[in-house]
């Protein structure tokens, strides 16, 4: 059973282009957190999703960023017209149907703004 | 406003030894507590987890303590080896339609041979 797979590992982006990271869930997950990680800092929840729904959006900033999971494929974290402090670790992290906190996390997208 | 506070920061511990890292919750609706193990360049992987009705958990050489009324919570590593060299961090749950995970700042561990 694979792991929670996220691409791309590495993503270099310069400031005002956009930013696209996927995440598969573990097979029979039904849920996909995704979070932040800033350099020595701990993780800061963004956006809970189940299929084709925005559950929980209350960590996600106002502008540029969005989030889906649609019916088929991965999930998305979009971040438009990047600037230098969105640099950081982004995880995606799934959970079992009925055990929403049990999350397992995926390897992580590193993206770097110049 | 820091809803889980995690310390020490930094702790160094001999081969051997058992390395103790503490979490303090301030919210009484938290009613999920996980630790994660993070390597350097890897994402964090569940160790071990407990929920309030119990006030211990124990899964090989790692023990998770939890304190409800001081709302605090430990994670103890007996026999501490090398390998087990990694930054860790302690989280809490809500219950209800949310499930997101709010984490402590971290410990980085390191284990002398």
């Known amino acids: 059973n694979a792991g929670v797979m996220q691409n791309p590992r590495h993503l270099v982006r310069r400031r005002g282009q956009e930013a696209r990271l996927r995440c598969s869930p573990m097979?029979?997950?039904?849920?996909v957190y995704w979070y932040r990680q800033l350099p020595e800092e701990g993780l800061k929840f963004m956006v809970y999703?189940?299929?084709?729904?925005?559950?929980?959006e209350s960590g996600m900033p106002k502008e540029r960023f969005s989030a889906e999971f649609p019916k088929e494929g991965p999930s998305i974290l979009r971040i438009q017209q990047v600037v230098r402090g969105d640099s950081a670790a982004y995880f995606c992290?799934?959970?079992?149907?009925?055990?929403?906190?049990?999350?397992?996390f995926g390897p992580g997208t590193r993206l770097l703004v110049l | 406003q820091q809803q889980v506070k995690q310390s020490p920061q930094s702790l160094i511990v001999q081969k051997g030894g058992i390395s103790i890292i503490n979490c303090a919750y301030e919210?009484?609706?938290?009613?999920?507590f996980p630790w994660y193990q993070q390597f350097p360049g890897k994402g964090p992987a569940l160790l071990i987890a407990?929920?309030?009705?119990?006030s211990e958990k124990k899964e090989g050489r790692f023990t998770i303590s939890f304190n409800k009324s001081a709302k605090q919570f430990s994670l103890h590593i007996m026999d501490s080896q090398p390998g087990d060299s990694a930054t860790y961090f302690c989280?809490?749950?809500?219950?209800?339609?949310?499930?997101?995970?709010?984490f402590g700042k971290g410990t980085k561990l390191s284990v002398k041979p």
């Open positions: 097979k029979g997950h039904s849920h």
């Open positions: 992290a799934s959970s079992p149907p009925g055990h929403r906190e049990t999350q397992y």
């Open positions: 919210n009484t609706a938290f009613d999920y």
């Open positions: 989280a809490a749950s809500k219950g209800g339609s949310q499930g997101n995970l709010i």
């Open positions: 999703l189940q299929k084709e729904n925005i559950i929980d």
């Open positions: 407990i929920r309030p009705d119990v």
